[in-house]
């Protein structure tokens, strides 16, 4: 079946929530509430991947005026201002059922394309070590350790330019 993404519609966060707690530790997991808000408030950089009618990965964060993700970022969500410079991802994750199969990348790439239509300078985001390589392969730099402390990981920021002003 072939796979297609668009925008989180309200119906699918039954879907996206058991993605959610299967990709991520209790206290790294965003809540139903907070995946409802961001449905709600930045549907244009919230993306599902479907086969069908099935939610099968996702990727979520909203437009932000600064180079690295802050821990507010992950507490409360806020519209997409126009005049952020940065996209940012705060979950991307794909149902352990089709991990492997190049979802992840594809929802990247989607959402490069959307922060490009948007005007925006680069995609920035935190992850934790193990996940340094897939995001190199997808066109991310390291920019070394954040100072996150979100579920009381060390996370490190990793940036991909989307325009030639970085």
């Given at each position: 079946?072939?796979?297609?993404?668009?925008?989180?519609?309200?119906?699918?966060?039954?879907q996206i929530m058991a993605i959610e707690q299967a990709g991520f530790?209790?206290?790294?997991?965003?809540?139903?509430?907070?995946?409802?808000?961001?449905?709600?408030?930045?549907?244009?950089?919230?993306?599902?991947?479907?086969?069908?009618?099935?939610?099968?990965?996702?990727?979520?964060g909203p437009a932000f005026n600064h180079r690295y993700l802050t821990d507010e970022l992950f507490a409360q969500s806020t519209p997409n201002a126009k005049e952020d410079a940065y996209q940012t991802v705060l979950s991307l994750a794909v149902s352990p059922a089709h991990q492997g199969a190049g979802i992840a990348s594809q929802l990247l790439t989607a959402l490069a394309q959307v922060a490009r239509q948007q005007h925006r300078q680069a995609i920035t985001l935190t992850c934790l070590k193990r996940l340094i390589p897939f995001y190199e392969r997808n066109g991310y730099v390291n920019e070394g350790v954040s100072a996150s402390a979100h579920a009381g990981e060390t996370w490190y920021n990793l940036v991909l330019p989307l325009t030639d002003e970085l």
């Open positions: 079946m072939p796979l297609t993404i668009t925008p989180a519609q309200p119906q699918d966060l039954d530790s209790p206290a790294e997991a965003a809540t139903e509430a907070s995946m409802a808000e961001r449905i709600r408030l930045i549907s244009d950089t919230f993306l599902v991947a479907r086969q069908g009618a099935t939610v099968v990965g996702y990727v979520v």
